[in-house]
């Protein structure tokens, strides 16, 4: 839904008083998105003591490779979060 509202400016479909809504909406769709991928993180992080109990040398460095991978794209989530959270008070600020 991200990249579907991301097409729509592209497309130019909004009008300037819709703005604040979109970027609500993307604001909605991000923290849906962080709460989803922090529950994934958190089933990594089980499955990582679990390995560490379990399993080898070689398990250990795939596992790092996926955990790198989550973090990564949890700290890219909030940043886009937060810039179109200020997106939106600055179009509610310019309405008002």
């Known amino acids: 839904m991200i990249q579907h509202t991301f097409l729509g400016f592209e497309l130019e479909l ?3 008083h819709e703005f604040h809504y979109v970027y609500w909406y993307l604001d909605y769709l991000f923290g849906w998105a ?3 991928l922090h529950r994934a993180e958190m089933l990594l ?3 990582e003591q679990y390995i560490d109990k379990k399993c080898g040398k070689k398990e250990k460095k795939r596992k790092k490779e996926i955990m790198s991978s989550c973090s990564d794209q949890i700290k890219e989530r909030k940043s886009l979060r937060l ?3 200020g997106m939106k008070e600055l179009c509610l600020g310019n309405i008002k």
């Open 34 to 36: 962080n709460n989803c």
């Open 83 to 85: 810039i179109f959270n």
């Open 45 to 47: 992080n089980v499955q």
């Open 14 to 16: 909004f009008n300037t």
